[in-house]
Protein backbone atom coordinates (compact mmCIF):
# COMPACT_ATOMS: atom_id res chain seq x y z
CA UNK A 1 0.00 0.00 0.00
CA UNK A 2 1.48 3.44 -0.70
CA UNK A 3 1.17 6.33 1.83
CA UNK A 4 0.77 9.83 0.69
CA UNK A 5 0.79 12.99 2.67
CA UNK A 6 0.55 16.26 1.23
CA UNK A 7 1.75 19.91 3.05
CA UNK A 8 2.22 23.12 2.50
CA UNK A 9 -1.34 24.91 1.69
CA UNK A 10 -2.87 27.60 3.57
CA UNK A 11 -4.64 31.06 2.51
CA UNK A 12 -2.91 33.21 0.36
CA UNK A 13 -4.12 36.64 -1.69
CA UNK A 14 -4.67 36.37 -5.51
CA UNK A 15 -1.01 36.81 -7.24
CA UNK A 16 0.78 35.35 -4.41
CA UNK A 17 2.34 31.74 -4.53
CA UNK A 18 2.73 28.70 -2.29
CA UNK A 19 4.66 25.60 -2.74
CA UNK A 20 3.19 22.61 -2.06
CA UNK A 21 5.00 19.12 -1.19
CA UNK A 22 4.06 15.42 -1.21
CA UNK A 23 5.83 12.63 0.33
CA UNK A 24 5.34 8.94 -0.76
CA UNK A 25 5.93 5.74 1.20
CA UNK A 26 4.86 2.53 1.38
CA UNK A 27 5.85 -1.09 -0.12
CA UNK A 28 4.07 -0.69 -2.78
CA UNK A 29 5.05 2.57 -3.91
CA UNK A 30 7.55 2.31 -7.49
CA UNK A 31 10.03 5.41 -8.13
CA UNK A 32 8.96 4.10 -11.56
CA UNK A 33 5.43 5.71 -11.49
CA UNK A 34 4.43 8.65 -13.21
CA UNK A 35 3.39 11.04 -10.42
CA UNK A 36 0.66 14.24 -10.52
CA UNK A 37 -0.92 16.68 -8.56
CA UNK A 38 -4.63 16.75 -8.31
CA UNK A 39 -7.22 19.42 -7.23
CA UNK A 40 -10.60 19.20 -6.22
CA UNK A 41 -12.50 22.26 -6.09
CA UNK A 42 -16.31 22.34 -3.92
CA UNK A 43 -18.96 21.31 -6.21
CA UNK A 44 -16.63 19.93 -8.90
CA UNK A 45 -15.07 16.63 -10.06
CA UNK A 46 -10.85 15.65 -9.22
CA UNK A 47 -8.58 17.11 -12.16
CA UNK A 48 -5.32 16.56 -12.82
CA UNK A 49 -3.45 19.74 -12.42
CA UNK A 50 0.12 18.36 -13.59
CA UNK A 51 2.36 15.61 -13.67
CA UNK A 52 6.05 14.73 -13.80
CA UNK A 53 7.37 11.47 -15.41
CA UNK A 54 9.32 8.69 -13.12
CA UNK A 55 12.31 10.14 -14.37
CA UNK A 56 11.68 13.35 -13.19
CA UNK A 57 10.53 15.49 -16.23
CA UNK A 58 7.22 17.54 -16.32
CA UNK A 59 4.89 15.70 -18.60
CA UNK A 60 1.75 17.88 -18.69
CA UNK A 61 0.09 20.67 -17.35
CA UNK A 62 -3.73 21.32 -17.46
CA UNK A 63 -4.19 24.64 -19.73
CA UNK A 64 -5.61 26.55 -16.40
CA UNK A 65 -2.19 25.90 -14.73
CA UNK A 66 0.08 26.22 -17.20
CA UNK A 67 2.74 28.72 -17.37
CA UNK A 68 1.84 29.32 -13.48
CA UNK A 69 2.96 26.30 -12.08
CA UNK A 70 6.05 23.91 -11.64
CA UNK A 71 6.16 19.95 -10.89
CA UNK A 72 9.54 18.56 -9.97
CA UNK A 73 10.06 15.06 -8.26
CA UNK A 74 13.22 13.73 -5.90
CA UNK A 75 13.53 10.48 -6.19
CA UNK A 76 16.14 9.95 -3.40
CA UNK A 77 13.06 11.09 -1.34
CA UNK A 78 10.17 9.85 -2.79
CA UNK A 79 8.80 13.57 -2.55
CA UNK A 80 7.34 15.47 -5.44
CA UNK A 81 6.43 19.03 -5.03
CA UNK A 82 4.36 21.74 -6.71
CA UNK A 83 5.60 25.64 -7.24
CA UNK A 84 2.40 27.73 -7.38
CA UNK A 85 2.67 31.38 -8.67
CA UNK A 86 0.68 33.61 -9.48
CA UNK A 87 -2.42 32.30 -7.39
CA UNK A 88 -6.17 33.28 -9.11
CA UNK A 89 -9.21 32.60 -6.77
CA UNK A 90 -10.31 30.17 -9.38
CA UNK A 91 -7.00 27.68 -8.01
CA UNK A 92 -9.05 27.14 -4.53
CA UNK A 93 -9.47 23.84 -4.08
CA UNK A 94 -7.91 20.65 -2.02
CA UNK A 95 -4.61 19.60 -3.83
CA UNK A 96 -3.51 15.73 -3.86
CA UNK A 97 -0.79 13.58 -5.36
CA UNK A 98 -0.62 10.23 -6.49
CA UNK A 99 0.80 8.71 -9.06
CA UNK A 100 -0.66 9.03 -12.57
CA UNK A 101 -2.73 7.24 -13.22
CA UNK A 102 -3.74 7.00 -9.71
CA UNK A 103 -3.08 4.32 -7.64
CA UNK A 104 -4.91 2.90 -3.99
CA UNK A 105 -5.70 5.55 -1.64
CA UNK A 106 -5.71 9.25 -1.72
CA UNK A 107 -4.03 11.25 0.82
CA UNK A 108 -6.17 14.03 3.01
CA UNK A 109 -4.83 16.87 0.63
CA UNK A 110 -3.92 20.12 1.70
CA UNK A 111 -6.35 23.09 1.42
CA UNK A 112 -5.50 26.15 -0.79
CA UNK A 113 -7.56 29.16 -0.39
CA UNK A 114 -6.83 32.37 -2.57
CA UNK A 115 -8.54 35.40 -1.82
CA UNK A 116 -9.64 37.91 -4.01
Known amino acids: QVQLVESGGGLVQAGGSLRLSCAAS?????????MGWFRQAPGKERELVAA????????YYSDSVKGRFTISRDNVRNMVTLQMNSLTPEDTAVYYCNSNPPRGDWGQGTQVTVSS
Open 26 to 34: GPTFSRRYD
Open 52 to 59: ASWLGGAI
